[in-house]
């Protein structure tokens, strides 16, 4: 009741969520009553969370940030839902986002931006925007989010969050509506990294649901929490710290740099080649799966369905041009083209092969040091409108977040102070499954 409350009374300002589940919330609360009564209750039982509107919902509207699909009430829950569910979470509601998750600022939702609870004037980051602006806020203690680019952590550096993107395959994707299935990863937006390693826990296992799901034994994420930083190896990607990262936030970084080596971390510069190739060949691989993704939304079996449709044609055509956002079409155009025979030798499987040399790049580096250290994002969060008609500076907003993608592995950023007044992050990479001593390293540092 705290925390409907809260959405109740500051969500106007804020725009963060899409859908209040309040009858759910509070039976829910009620179950997670009887559980603590019996003393079958887990780690989050009794626990609110909101999720992002990107995960199918059963009986519960869920719009993934788009027209398209304003109308839709899913007929299953994600794999994820289940999770939390049995883990006796209390859903409180679902979240805004940009538009099929593309997007690195919210201001691509369908239902409007969302701002910035540090600033009022500052996107939150995105696209999991409405879930980091609700966290920021304390409008919830807890939040799912996905990441295709960069989309947990973000905005999580952005609201002063923990955000962690886990090794592909960790986390079902099933009932997550797709964005660029071999990129999409949902995971935890927490305040602590202990909270993070706990939701990790709830989130992560096989599911034969999910066709990449990856068969390993449970692990419990939490269980190096305490461990020490002595002797451990930490990089430094030389092109994550030149030109384009601002000033103020490459000197907030230092003051963390000086922290961990305190706490008995080693630190040294190390070298990724290709990195400045991973936004180029992001922007063939994300369009391109999402070109073939979305084509789902026609019209026909559930969304957004034009009126007066003359023929199928028609139907298609206005439903999809009606249906969709300025953001998504640019990508599914730019996905089609790039998918095209003639041109798929020259772009997709090019960018297929730059995605290999940047996977390698981590390898390398991973021979040398346990794990990476960068900013997470070039700047503090930019304000709402800055750069809303330049997509090519929005993209750079995920310089530092989508060559991890490429590659698979994990990487999560925690707080690093405020510049201007704006909270910024730091973000740690590791190979893969290396999840726990990220949070290992997370929690002792904050
Ligand atoms: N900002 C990136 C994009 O627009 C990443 C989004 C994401 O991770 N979902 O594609």
Redesign the pocket.
Same mark, same amino acid.
């Given at each position: 009741r705290h925390f409907l409350e809260r959405i109740k009374r500051y969500d106007g300002q804020l725009n963060s969520v899409i859908t209040l589940t309040e009858e759910l919330a509070l039976q829910q609360a009620q179950l997670a009553d009887s559980r603590l009564q019996q003393g079958t209750a887990d780690a989050l039982t009794g626990i609110p969370i909101l999720h992002k509107d990107i995960f199918c919902t059963k009986g519960i509207k869920t719009t993934c940030g788009s027209k398209m699909l304003d109308n839709f009430i899913a007929p299953y829950n994600a794999t994820v839902i289940d999770k939390f569910e049995s883990a006796g979470a209390v859903m409180l509601g679902k979240t805004n986002m940009d538009e099929f998750?593309? &997007? #690195?600022s919210n201001e691509t939702s369908y239902y409007g931006a969302v701002k910035n609870p540090w600033d009022i004037q500052a996107v939150p980051g995105?696209?999991s925007g409405g879930s980091a602006a609700a966290l920021a806020a304390r409008l919830a203690p807890m939040a799912t989010g996905?990441?295709?680019? &960069? #989309?947990i952590r973000q905005p999580a550096a952005l609201c002063n969050l923990v955000g962690l993107k886990p090794t592909y395959g960790t986390v079902s994707r099933y009932g997550i509506i797709a964005?660029a299935s071999s990129l999409d990863q949902a995971g935890p937006m927490t305040h602590t990294a202990e909270d993070a390693g706990l939701l990790l826990n709830a989130m992560a296992g096989f599911d034969g649901k999910d066709s990449t799901s990856l068969e390993r034994p449970p692990e419990d994420y939490t269980r190096h929490l305490q461990d020490s930083l002595k002797g451990l190896r930490i990089g430094l990607p030389q092109q994550y710290f030149g030109d384009g990262l601002n000033a103020d936030v490459a000197q907030q970084l230092e003051t963390a740099i000086a922290v961990l080596k305190q706490l008995g971390a080693t630190v040294k510069t190390v070298d990724l080649p290709n990195s400045h190739l991973s936004v180029p060949a992001y922007y063939i691989i994300?369009p391109a799966e999402c070109s073939s993704n979305l084509s789902r939304f026609d019209g026909v079996r559930f969304g957004y369905r034009c009126e007066n449709a003359v023929d199928l044609m028609d139907l298609y055509k206005r439903s999809r041009g009606e249906g969709f956002g300025a953001e998504v079409k640019r990508r599914i155009m730019i996905g089609t083209y790039a998918l095209s025979a003639g041109y798929y030798d020259a772009y997709y499987l090019k960018a297929q092969q730059i995605r290999r040399l940047i996977s390698n790049d981590f390898k390398q580096a991973f021979q040398e040091v346990d794990v990476l250290l960068s900013p997470t994002s070039p700047t503090p969060a930019f304000n709402i409108g800055e750069k809303v008609d330049d997509p090519v500076t929005m993209y750079l907003s995920?310089i530092y977040t989508i060559a991890i993608n490429l590659a698979g592995i994990p990487a999560l950023s925690i707080p690093a102070g405020f510049v201007q007044n704006r909270p910024i992050g730091l973000q740690l990479i590791g190979n893969y499954f290396s999840e726990s001593r990220l949070l290992n390293i997370a929690h002792q540092y904050q």
């Open positions: 998750a593309m &997007g #690195s995105g696209s996905t990441d295709t680019g &960069g #989309s964005y994300a995920d």
